[in-house]
């Protein structure tokens, strides 16, 4: 781990680190891009960028990866590491380029810093920065090589058989491949990246939620539109739910992602509004490997017409013997679906939880939060909650530090 010899170091200017870790990731990005334009297409978000989250969530894994070498040196922030890698792997991120970002990235931080970065407070960040690439590098080549691809060949074209409006703003894409080879199998829970290209000729990234079990032929995502407000609308969720069309094909990476079903223990799904995408996953999973475990499916919605994918996720609950499910809408208990519906947002006082579950999570973050909170107060415990987050995650920073090593809880 960490070198005596870097360690004191590390502690004497983690302080100043941290607070300039976001100015410091701002201007990398800048220089990153100036350097490398080839990365603004098809390898980096730049809806994220705009939104500053992407430069917020590099910040805070590199404060809390540093802390913890120096806190806790004997155990690393796996969770932290694994959803990282993951990520990197849906966009087929090489080795070759973590060079690059470590020159763009100390660039920044002596553009920042200045002065105050000595040979001596380089070299120990130095040193940090490699001990965090490697245990990106090697995760990732796990990753690949478990796929028996490389970041190059993580693509493959598709064509769009179906396009299904589940809602106003909701549209799903079945996807079909469009020749004979093997489709690699995913695992619940996981996402694809989708690489579309523009109207202005960049491709974007985006991941997507796989919403149905593997079928050897198919892939399936829904979209929900992204309405800007006073923002600009989102780009890719618009332009494919009003300009791709059956027929159409798009380029998507192989599955990955890190939040994934433990189909061995009762369950309980939690979910609001777009955030149901990985759990319609997981049920169609349970559906078809024929489970009889206790299943509690969770949804909170505005109203019955925006929740999508309700006829899956109920036809699925209605095909488990020990499924059931309580829906929450906000508008008022208006309903037709043959399950338990409350007025307002989800209140878990009246729910009865299985024991020993593990619990999956998947909405706004003060949803989660709100709902991880509810259940630690039932006594849950925080390692049996996961929970995925439909952007940069910008929660870990706050919640590393309450974790049981090697487990991606919320
Ligand atoms: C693991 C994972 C799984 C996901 N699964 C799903 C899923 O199953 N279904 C789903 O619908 N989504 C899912 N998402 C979200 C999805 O990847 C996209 O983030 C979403 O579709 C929005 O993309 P967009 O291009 O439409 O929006 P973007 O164009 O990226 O915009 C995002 C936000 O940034 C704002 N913005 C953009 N440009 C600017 C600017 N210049 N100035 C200020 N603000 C700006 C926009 O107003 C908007 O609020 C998932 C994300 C992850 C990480
Ligand atoms: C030690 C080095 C690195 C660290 C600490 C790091 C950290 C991160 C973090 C925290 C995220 C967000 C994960 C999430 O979704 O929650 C991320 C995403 C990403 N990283 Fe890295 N990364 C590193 C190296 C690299 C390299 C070498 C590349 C290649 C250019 C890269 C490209 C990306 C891209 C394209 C994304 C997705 C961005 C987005 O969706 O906005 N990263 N990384």
Redesign the pocket.
Known sequence: MLSDRSRPVIEATLPAVADNIEEIATRFYDH?FGE?PE?LDG???????AEK??QM??A???AV?ASSLVKTPEELPEH?LS??AH??AS?G???E??????DN?FWAIVDVLGDAVTPEVAAAWDEV??L??F??INQERGLYSARGVRPDTVWREWEVAEKIQETDDVVTFRMRRTDDRLVRTSLPGQYVTVQVPMPDGVRQ???YSLTRADDAEHRQFSVKRVRGGDKPDGEVSNHLCENVQVGDRLTLSLPFGDVVLDDSRPVVFASAGIGVTPMAGMLSHLVEAGSHLPITVLHADLDEGSFALRQQVLDDVAKLPGASAHVWYENGAHSTLPVDVHGGIMNLDDVKLPHDAGYYLCGPLPFMQGIRSALIDRGVSPRDIQYE?F????W?ADLVTEQAPGRHSA
């Open positions: 990153l490398h990365l390898t980096f978000n730049r809806g994220n960028q989250t992407q969530a590099l805070a894994s590199v990866f932290l959803r990282i990520k990197h966009l991120i090489a080795p380029l973590y060079d690059v970002v470590h990235l920065y490699w965090m690439a245990a990106l990234p985006r991941q987050v952007g940069p995650d910008l870990q």
